[in-house]
């Protein structure tokens, strides 16, 4: 079956690099964009420049994420996370490479340093101008007590959850890390994703024509299997609940 290949795979590869979506916290609650009930299906995304621009777009940003909260304050590693960070403990991948935002490879095991995170983290917010950390509390007392979402202490610019928007540049340094380590392994895993957001999408394309092998596992189809070495077309948490270890 696809996930014996796979073990196989897996047994033969000194470096596998594992690059997830959206699609890997689903078994912990977390709702993905584009399956149905995913966000992008409830939800149109709030741009960047509308984020800047407006203060209506700012607050509804913010209200979006204080919906959220219990859901991501409850989220749990799955399998898949498990699985992943098993692999990361065995020495047969040195980072992660992911779409999320959701924190939950960092709790599964992986040192945060490790997590090439893609598309920011939602635990936190930044400052858009000076970059200046601040946690959601503080945000969310601000905003209660304002009725508006709350500007940055220091230069005034509007705080936004630390995630990448559309519209917004890449992380430069997340952006460099992630083309290194597509390039440098021999087994690139792209779980969980559709694969239609660019640049991230670039990235198991990018390992398969520097020579690595490409597993897509994902339970619908996406843009990239006609390249894949192998497609698992199940359930994530099914097909990665045999790799996880102790
Ligand atoms: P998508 O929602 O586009 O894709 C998630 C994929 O995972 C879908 O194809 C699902 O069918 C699949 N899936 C969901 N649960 C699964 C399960 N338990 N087992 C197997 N497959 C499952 O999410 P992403 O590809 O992560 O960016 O989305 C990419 C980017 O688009 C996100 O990072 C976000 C979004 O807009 C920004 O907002 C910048
Ligand atoms: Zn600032």
Not at 117 to 138: F, K, S, V
Request: charged share 20%; glycine share 8%.
């Amino acid at each position: 079956s696809g996930v014996e290949q796979l073990g196989n795979m897996i047994a033969e590869a000194a470096c596998i690099v594992p690059f997830t979506g959206a699609g890997i916290s689903t078994e912990c609650g977390i709702p993905d964009f584009r399956s149905p009930g995913g966000l992008w299906t409830r939800n149109r995304p709030i741009a960047f420049d509308e984020f800047v621009a407006s203060a209506d777009a700012r607050a509804e940003a913010w209200r979006r994420r204080f919906a959220m909260e219990a859901t991501f304050a409850a989220a749990k590693p799955g399998r898949g996370h498990r699985a992943l960070a098993s692999l990361y403990k065995a020495g047969k991948t040195p980072a992660i490479i992911t779409q999320n935002i959701d924190n939950l490879h960092q709790a599964s095991g992986f040192r945060a340093d490790d997590v090439v995170e893609l598309h920011g983290n939602t635990t936190y917010a930044r400052c858009i101008g000076c970059g200046h950390a601040y946690d959601l509390p503080w945000v969310k007392a601000r905003f209660e007590e304002a009725g508006s979402a709350p500007d940055c202490t220091i230069c005034d610019e509007p705080v936004k959850t630390a995630t990448i928007s559309f519209g917004q540049a890449m992380p430069e340094d997340a952006m460099r890390r992630a083309t290194e380590l597509a390039q440098h392994c021999d087994l690139f895993l792209a779980i969980g994703s559709s694969l239609v957001v660019w640049p991230a999408a670039g990235f198991p394309l990018m390992a398969k024509n520097s020579g690595a092998k490409l597993v897509i596992i994902n339970n619908e189809p996406t843009e990239q299997d006609d390249v894949a070495d192998l497609v698992i077309r199940h359930d994530i948490g099914e097909a990665l609940g045999p790799f996880v270890g102790n």
